[in-house]
């Protein structure tokens, strides 16, 4: 081979440069500017993550990876575990260690303290330690080391998990890293140096067997998390604290939203009267939407045969997250872990003539898949949701009118909520062979997807390979209030299903043609997107949400008539009022409805009653003014009907 | 003993009369009148029934069984079984009998014909066989004999069937029953003379397994129904006709309401578009009445942990109407075949004050009971339905005026679909230990269910040993439209489950005390309530629960868009709109509507365009006039609002 060969570079943008065999990702970076270089933290190679020295000599695509990147954050926090582990041999001398990675939001590092017990309380002291080796801005060096030496390496350390890690590695392929005083056993990447990290924050320890299993031995798990500035810690650590302020499993207790009775089940969330007057509010405004958008509601059982998922072929591919089946004579049922099969029998229920279509079937199903305990958590990981699904049964010409108007309809879903919108468009990979269906109309389908987003003037990221098996997908990640991102809403086109379950329209040509399915659901799960409408507003949700919406709170006893005379009025209006009518104080009775996070509080004493008005109270705001019982109500009318969100509603009374 | 000993008989209005021991009820009929013994067919003693020639000797309490009592029709249908066997024994001699009861609507007879064919062509003839013997005046004689004799008598004859029946009796209780030359071992009892058959119609001819078991001989079962009066069999042919065009089943697939698919599986409803608006506005209606009357809605899993169902006593108890527990980690799950337990479970999530008493929690709950295949039957026999559920958690002191808000409840309810209502109170047997809970809670409540019924001045029967185990209960029992029998929603006290759940609330004294529970359901179930709605109203909907409430007709298709606007104005409003605006003849566009029973068809033309009116058709009743588009909306939002029924709607254009 040529020392002189030279290699072609492909950047995000599609701009490709040559460069000389063994350029480092560094140097490429250099090459576009100091800047980027400076701010480099690991480059993405033809999908692998690469330390910025690694010397490159084939062509590819590449992306440098700045802390802005996932690749770059996920480099920076596994280097950050490495720099945790300095520290805690510095600290600890004789810990050994067991495997520490980057996760969503940080790093742990898995410890044998042999017997020491290390707690929350020691994590201050070994933070220190930690910026201390991070500000001695040591590199992180990448050596090939052959198994016999690694092996022989940690048996002289005494690390037995080291050990057992190295007895599943080829020889040939092992790589350590080290920096400082510290060696690990690491496939890397890392960032080049220590320095890069100016701040940490040790969140948590808890307990992790070896292998997840609990016959081996309970490690200690120091949770932790870093940032290239003090500030993003800050920033972190407030958001951090905000979250736990709205944590739905605590909110959702305080407010009656729903429980989770262990008589009844785990992950079987009830929904209790608040929750469901929330829920139920929830499914009208989207029922409302999607009646006027063509959709049409059906209801199918919660078991079917498992004949029909043979049939649609989740059943037994899928049997890890099903539930067993049920004998019922000499037929098996199972609990439905999809709507789609139903609607499906319901579209080939009769002969459908392209005049029908498209056929926009909707339902409030509720599904049932198996979680292993440990994951069950609150509303957000449950074994029964329900979906707002549906599915749209058109010719391949109406596809992108329909692709349109589901994510038209997505798009508006979450505007109500205040809730930024990211997209992704999740294509196959061309590599894989997982994917189902005809390669031609994946690549009209991917086509057209992108058309209708560029049309739509849509801000968007592809995804290659993140495709379900069936078609491409549209995938829609909201920020909430927090900034935090969470998957909700989904766009999926189908191919598959259509052959599976022979489904078929009759053409203006008078021949069977097989439709195209769109899967779609704005919210996702009514349960999970339930913890997450919680966590957005804090509980403090808008007027049309808010299980109660105004407590009425009489002065005195004398006033208690009158209250309920307005109740009245207002709840012919279908609005959902209380009365405080207990012989107590006016200020409990206003801290009361604060805690229970009640939109409005009207105050009625002897002015009000002489003078037919109402003093007005916004939770969290206080007193928003006196208005005539009518012009109150328009108020009320106009927040509900309109949707307007807490902190936009103007009061010029 | 003494032969002038007297006997002391209780009548149902409560007067007693003393008769000498050995007078029949025939006689005691006489004492009261010669019309009501002519009318007799049989007498009610202690809750056993006897032939009006058998010598009473004991005191008792007596009703006298006219044709217009169940007992009384049971016994005439019975008596008529035997006439036709009698008809079946002179046409087809050798034919072997079977067992031949009475049923709701009639009686059947299953018949071993050999190796003769009985179709529903020889029907007509053992008709006519049948009217002939019964005009013979022949007496139903009575006859004890013992079990050697009969065995004799069934063994000569070559009736293996009989032979069969007599092994499981014990010698000292046969009773043969002759009329004309006419034998059958029969318990009785029968009608005086088989004169009193004026009327027969042989309905249907069936196989029938011996015991029902698919290993014996399949016997041929005829079915027929007899009445006192040539009338009543008209009225009867008349009611089974009309009820053949109402048959849900059929109407359920023409108009959309749902569909059975096996694939999903037996028993399963899957609700189809249109009928998922009807069941979505009756849940509505029901709902917006709940919320008025101060319920709490709440949504619970369809399946729970068995333990839940263990400490409810419906599991193993009832295992026989229930699926199979699914294991799910090491426990076990069933699909909830009631709701009562989650609810329990809500209300003893917190401590409960007597402040928050009642507590009324609703759901709209799927539950899952075994049916056996046959006896499956469209939406009114299923395996899956849906609850419009209750429970109502209150103070003894709150009993009262808790049940007159149910009974008012579910007799509102039934008066929106102009559904006659019989009220039956259920009380314990106090002869019979079934019953759970304390013997004195028992009696004040069955005392303060009469109290309200009578406060509420209704007109009510009591049947003893009709309570539920855990309490008394009210039934209501609709008639529709063709005058036939349903018992829909009840009314049930429950003294039992407060124990085995161990619910409590804190009284004003400061100490725990157990509520009462009230489980109630108007419905009963969505999916059999549907069933009786779609035969009540043979498919014509009222407007408010119509699919489509409209139908659009433009003449031609220049007056397309003006049907557009309409729509969508009306649309608006919320109401459920179609435009239909095919290139049609008008004649084909109204022939189309009419068959989807859409109750109202707005023809627009160019008289219409010009003056902005609307021609309005009713559905069966034709053109009902010409309107302005306003005052023709005004007719649509009040005939909605108001829940009016089809034919009380006036127009007054």
Not at 83 to 94: C, K, M, R, S, T
Request: hydrophobic content about 35%; glycine content about 8%; some cysteine.
């Amino acid at each position: 081979m040529s020392q002189n060969k030279t290699i072609e570079i492909t950047f995000p943008d599609g701009n490709k440069r040559t460069y000389s065999s063994g350029t480092t990702g560094y140097e490429i970076a250099a090459s576009i500017s100091q800047g980027l270089a400076r701010n480099a933290l690991s480059v993405t190679l033809n999908e692998t993550v690469l330390d910025l020295s690694y010397p490159i000599t084939t062509d590819g695509t590449i992306a440098i990876n700045t802390w802005d990147t996932e690749d770059g954050k996920a480099t920076f926090w596994h280097s950050s575990a490495h720099i945790l582990a300095e520290a805690v041999e510095a600290l600890y001398p004789g810990a050994k260690f067991g495997i520490g990675p980057a996760i969503e939001q940080g790093f742990y590092y898995d410890i044998d303290f042999g017997d020491r017990t290390v707690t929350i309380e020691d994590l201050p002291k070994i933070e220190q330690k930690f910026i201390e080796l991070a500000r001695s801005k040591n590199e992180f060096v990448r050596k090939e080391i052959g198994k016999d030496e690694a092996l022989a390496y940690y048996k002289e350390k005494g690390d037995e998990y080291k050990v057992d890690l190295l007895q599943d590695l080829e020889d040939g392929t092992i790589t350590f890293y080290t920096q400082g005083n510290f060696t690990d056993l690491c496939r890397g990447p890392h960032i080049p140096s220590t320095s890069a990290v100016k701040a940490v924050k040790l969140l948590n320890v808890a307990g992790a067997y070896w292998h997840g299993d609990s016959d081996n031995k309970q490690l200690t798990r120091i949770y932790g998390v870093s940032f290239p500035k003090k500030s993003m810690l800050d920033a972190h650590l407030e958001m951090l604290e905000e979250a736990k302020k709205r944590d739905h499993k605590k909110l959702g207790k305080e407010l009656g939203i729903y429980m989770i009775d262990r008589m009844i089940g785990s992950g079987l969330p009830v929904w209790l009267p608040n929750g469901t007057v929330l829920r139920r509010r929830l499914e009208a405004f989207l029922r409302d939407e999607q009646v006027k958008r063509g959709y049409q509601e059906v209801i199918t059982p919660h078991i079917a045969n498992l004949n029909l998922y043979r049939t649609s072929g989740h059943y037994p591919y899928y049997a890890d997250s099903q539930y067993d089946p049920i004998q019922v004579d000499d037929e098996e049922y199972m609990l439905k872990p999809m709507n789609c099969p139903h609607h499906h029998r319901i579209f080939s229920s009769k002969m459908r003539s392209y005049r029908e279509l498209p056929i926009r079937l909707s339902e409030f199903g509720s599904v049932y898949r198996y979680e292993q305990s440990g994951e069950l958590n609150g509303l957000s990981r449950v074994r029964g949701f329900t979906q707002d699904d549906a599915h749209i049964y058109c010719t391949h010409d109406q596809l992108k009118s329909e692709i349109k108007n589901c994510i038209d309809l997505t798009q508006y879903v979450f505007s109500i909520f205040d809730m930024p919108v990211d997209i992704r468009l999740s294509f196959r990979d061309d590599n894989d062979e997982k994917y189902g269906g005809d390669l031609e109309h994946w690549e009209r389908a991917q086509q057209e997807i992108r058309e209708v987003a560029d049309e739509l003037g849509l801000d968007y990221t592809i995804a290659k390979g993140e495709a379900s098996f069936y078609g491409p997908k549209i995938d829609f990640i909201i920020r909430d209030a927090i900034g935090r991102k969470w998957q909700l809403g989904t766009v999926q086109l189908d191919y598959v299903m259509p052959e599976r379950f022979e489904l078929t329209y009759v053409g203006a040509d008078n021949a069977k043609h097989r439709p195209v399915i769109i899967h779609r659901a704005p919210f996702g799960s009514m349960e999970r997107f339930t913890s997450i409408l919680i966590e957005h507003f804090a509980g403090d949700f808008p007027l049309w949400l808010s299980p109660v919406q105004v407590k009425v709170l009489p002065i005195s006893d004398q006033y208690n008539e009158l209250a309920h005379e307005y109740a009245n009025e207002w709840k012919e209006w279908g609005m959902r009022i209380e009365v405080d009518d207990r012989s107590e104080q006016i200020g409990g009775k206003i801290r009361d409805a604060e805690t229970a996070k009640v939109p409005y509080m009207v105050i009625l004493g002897e002015k009000e009653l002489t003078s037919r008005t109402v003093s007005v109270r916004r939770h969290k705001k206080g007193d928003v003014g006196t208005f005539s019982f009518d012009s109150f109500t328009t108020l009320l009318k106009n927040e509900i009907s309109q949707y307007i969100l807490p902190d936009k509603v103007s009061y010029n009374n």
